[in-house]
């Protein structure tokens, strides 16, 4: 195998033969390009042999489970993966259109050691990428994400013989069997279902129905050109348009789903946008009533309420703050034994008796809808107000480019330990310490924090804010956060902010 080069000139002759890959696509724990700009078609071959590969050096059975999201060149990316596959002996087992939680559903239900998702998640049109993973429920993480690189890029895909292809029928019906059981709701519940027109419309509304809820659509056809927006229910517009739905409808509380249906964002009865971190607290709450004595993982964008709030101390819940990320997290949970694990960004990692420990938004959607069939008396604006009150800021993004915003974080990083032992303020507040398992969460005297950190996925970093005492303490920790991230002149403007 040749190596893959980094650019081929589009609309020539070898644009449509030799691989290109751009290497910055090979991310923490899945692999994102812009297509055809940073990937081509031979590209996703060449990514596709290299995968093959991969499973043959760790000694994992020869057999994956492929599918693709709802986009228009989402079948054409996954033949050119599945073709490489095959190039390297792998017997690929097709699912077709799904979700991503239905790829990984796919590894149990077909008793397949690995898995491969063509999707760009919720990255606007005009990205492809992949999510793959060996040891089910895992994914990738940076290591087999670096190694998997460096077999691409280096050129050492190996061709063997015994590849295969088959078209696997019924894993949509039987992932929905799974997610409903015999589960059937015995309180009356209205809930917008809010798809974007991504993915998630071809399995949302039917799942409501089956679990006898009633469904006000919301963006439920099918259309890849994204009409209304891009489905990211960490997306204010998103929110925004939920919230709105649920005020014309009286519905019980809205949730929307993301272009891969891995995550699920919350908005309640009143309108009000619940971030997925509190919502994991309410969850939390609950679960630690049924299962007392728990671990629950939350990522270090969470509220601090995971470990303060008193009533799941009540119930000796043990906190466990981590990395951000799909496969970081899932991966903590299974290790540490956690019932459970929250992201910030709306992925939830709900582990057995639950769920299988990967993050599926179906499945969160159902154990709302359980949560609140056990409240029978309760609102969900109810369950947000029980919550300790307080202030919390958006995922908010300002630009830095992939190839400098993990320098510009190093230095920002060292900035904000140095403001510690300095003996410097942060919203008018003493530093309580810098953790830096993941960027810099900066805690203050009070449990207030700001954190910056570089995200995963697009040339961005990622700041989030929280206060327990005030809006004003909130925008006062964001501007001296702010700051000292505008002492580096490689990044720009947010993407939305406070």
């Not at 466990?320 to 992925?347: N, P, Q």
């Amino acid at each position: 195998m040749t190596k893959p080069a980094a650019t081929v000139t589009p609309n020539t002759w070898e644009f449509l033969r030799d691989a290109m890959i751009t290497p910055t696509g090979f991310r923490e724990y899945d692999a994102r390009w812009k297509y055809p700009d940073e990937i081509n078609l031979p590209g996703m071959t060449a990514l596709g042999l290299g995968l093959g590969t991969q499973m043959h050096k760790r000694g994992i059975a020869p057999v994956i489970a492929v599918g693709n999201d709802y986009r228009d060149y989402s079948v054409a990316i996954k033949n050119a993966l599945v073709i490489g596959l095959m190039q390297a002996g792998i017997q690929v087992r097709d699912i077709g259109p799904a979700l991503s939680p239905m790829a990984y559903f796919s590894q149990f239900h077909l008793d397949v050691p690995a898995v491969a998702m063509v999707t760009a998640s919720h990255n606007p049109n005009g990205w492809t990428g992949v999510k793959m993973g060996f040891e089910r429920p895992l994914t990738h993480g940076p290591d087999e994400m670096s190694e998997l690189r460096d077999i691409v890029l280096e050129g050492r895909g190996e061709p063997r013989p015994g590849g295969s292809y088959e078209m696997v029928e019924g894993v949509r019906e039987a992932y929905l069997d799974d997610l409903v059981g015999d589960f059937r709701m015995s309180r009356p519940l209205k809930v917008v279902c809010a798809t974007g027109n991504g993915t998630a419309s071809a399995f949302a509304p039917e799942l409501f129905e089956r679990l006898g809820v009633e469904v006000v659509p919301s963006h439920n056809m099918l259309d890849y050109t994204f009409p209304n927006y891009n489905p990211n229910p960490e997306a204010m517009e998103m929110l925004h348009d939920m919230a709105a739905s649920v005020k014309a409808s009286g519905a019980d509380f809205a949730l929307g789903f993301d272009g891969d249906g891995d995550r699920c964002g919350v908005v309640d009865d009143e309108g009000e946008e619940i971030f997925a971190d509190k919502v994991g607290v309410i969850m939390a709450r609950d679960l630690a009533k049924l299962y007392p004595g728990s671990t629950f993982v939350a990522d270090v964008k969470s509220t601090g309420l995971f470990a303060s709030d008193p009533e799941l101390q009540k119930h000796g819940v043990t906190a466990d703050y981590w990395k951000t990320g799909h496969s970081h997290m899932k991966r903590r949970v299974k290790e540490i034994g956690a019932l459970a694990g929250f992201e910030k960004s709306g992925h939830y990692f709900l582990a057995e008796p639950i769920g299988r420990g990967y993050d599926c938004g179906m499945r969160v959607a159902v154990e709302i809808c359980k949560l609140m069939d056990r409240n029978p008396d309760m609102k969900m604006s109810d369950l947000r107000r029980a919550l300790p009150k307080t202030y919390s800021s958006p995922t908010m993004s300002p630009y830095a480019a992939d190839t400098e915003k993990y320098g510009i974080l190093e230095r920002l990083v060292d900035k904000l330990v140095a403001k510690h032992d300095a003996g410097e303020t942060v919203g008018g507040r003493a530093i309580k310490e810098v953790v830096t398992v993941n960027g810099a969460r900066v805690i203050l005297d009070n449990g207030g924090w700001g954190l910056v950190r570089a995200s995963s996925n697009t040339p961005n970093l990622v700041v989030v804010c929280e206060s327990p005492e005030s809006e004003a303490e909130l925008r006062a920790i964001f501007a001296d956060i702010d700051a000292v991230i505008r002492t580096e002149p490689g990044v720009g403007e947010y993407d939305q902010t406070l």
